[in-house]
């Protein structure tokens, strides 16, 4: 594409401090192709500058976190904490990713096409999570904000400690978290799922099947807790 600048950078040839000093240098609208990441952790951190950024391969903790702006696309699976305090911009993982997923995000898009492991969308500030198929454990923990949208079946205590985020399942959901509670879809709700759904390129969700899980708000005032209501 013309006035495109395209470069690729070798995770066998740069440590991983030089690597995202170089990401940081490239002008806006840069394409970059990151090669051999083989399993190395805080790939593409901290970037503010937009970028279109794909790691081709699996990559480790952390990837993508702490960004303003760029889109990355892992081909791969992922470890930790894959966009962790993103706040613009798009994190794609073209497989699984473990723990913490989209932590304490505040803004922007994540998706996983594969399964993620436990706590998906940990305090979870603003933006979204989209993810294919099932999540682990207690996911959307304490999620204060933003929507999390499950393709799959969603493990134990899903969504513990909810305040205003919300959470869309369209598979099974094993047990929800203290002061979880199901509610009834509304247009709002299908509208917000279905737009969710085609930005992730998600077919396999349909918006009016999805079990919707919000805060029951039993724990919103500190009062509560002298009656035990968690």
Known sequence: MAGVTA????????????????????????AVRITEPRGRHNLAVGLTNRLDITIAGN???????????????????????????????????????????????R???????????????????????????????????????????????????LGDSLYEAVIYVGGKIRSLGADARIEELGADDVRRVAEMASAAGFGHVSAEDVTKVASAKHLYNFDALKDQKY
Request: proline content about 2%; some cysteine; hydrophobic content about 45%.
């Open 7 to 30: 470069i690729e950078l070798s995770c066998a040839e740069l440590p991983v401090r030089e690597l995202n000093a170089a990401l940081r240098g490239l002008p806006d609208g840069s």
């Open 59 to 105: 990559a480790g903790y952390y990837i993508a976190g702490l960004c303003d702006g760029p889109d990355v696309e892992v081909e791969g699976f992922v470890g930790w904490s894959v966009g962790e305090n993103l706040m613009s911009g798009t994190v794609r993982v073209r497989g699984n990713a473990s723990e913490c997923a989209g932590a304490s995000a």
């Open 107 to 157: 803004g922007g898009l994540i998706v996983i096409d594969g399964d993620a492991s436990s706590r998906a969308g940990i305090s979870l500030k603003g933006g979204a999570i989209a993810i294919a198929g099932d999540v682990g454990h207690m996911s959307g923990f304490m999620a204060q904000a933003g929507t999390i949208l499950i393709g799959g079946d969603a493990a134990d205590s």
